[in-house]
């Protein structure tokens, strides 16, 4: 892997820790443990879309993962995988169809997946499905807080895609050679 | 290419259903003040309760095998109390009474329901 390429990575998922560790700090009165406000998920979406799939899956699995560590919660992690991982397949798919103008969009779609997969997780592992009551509310602060942080993601893409569009085609020419 | 205006409407339809759902789910019950509390621990019934049958206010404890809350029960409606879990969410949530949305304490897999009597719908059983 180019040192580039790792470096870039490795500062992005940095990024993303410290946004998963601060918003901790702002409470959220729902019964499911690992519900933020995702913030953390403007760097996922950039990332996938600037560096490509593969590197927003690993940056994506190094944040929930050393995040979780970090905020010392560990019975959110399976939580938080399942709400990542539902949250990464349905940007993947949405990243086919979608144009860099519709990133927001993606955020917000995103992010009601990660919320729909941890409620699916909770819901399984207390074995009451009562606790779905609180599935349209999440689906709701996911909608804000998905066109937040999928409007940042944008526009910063936006402005700096330039850089990454040569990377790759550098990336493609030495392929080729 | 999808036209962003189809993504939207599609947005649109997941937050007024989302929104029509809320409305139902949280607001206050029309003047019941009965109901049935009833409390699981893993998916099953620890303990029940008629709250119209409540005088005088009471407290019962619920010991889970990942820690304890603490229920208060008065006319109507309940609550935890405490809890020894991490979060203490179940305690933030407050009292609730008939036909609202539960108490849920995800750390100790305890859910309180409170069904209206003679109706369990299809949520809650």
Redesign the interface.
Known sequence: MKTKRVALDALLTAIALVIFVVELLV?L?????GVKLGLSNVVTLFALFACGPMDAFIILVLRIGLGTLFAG?L?ALLYSLAGGFLCYFILLILKK???K??IW?CG??GA?AHNVGQMAV?TL?????????????L??AA?GTGALTGLTAQTIYLRTEKLFSREEREESDKRKK | MVKTRVLVIILLVVVAVSVALCLVFFLPGSGKTGGTANVFVEGELVWSVDLAAVTEPLTYEVKTPYGTNVLQVEKGRIRVLDADCKDRVCVESGWRSAGGAPIVCLPHKLVVTIDTNGDVDAVSA
Do not use: C, W
């Open positions: 409470p009165p729902l019964p499911i443990p919660n019975s169809i979608v144009s103008k519709q969009l917000v779609f009601i909770a592992l207390t074995g009451t499905p009562a606790i779905l009551y609180y599935l349209p509310v689906i709701l909608t």
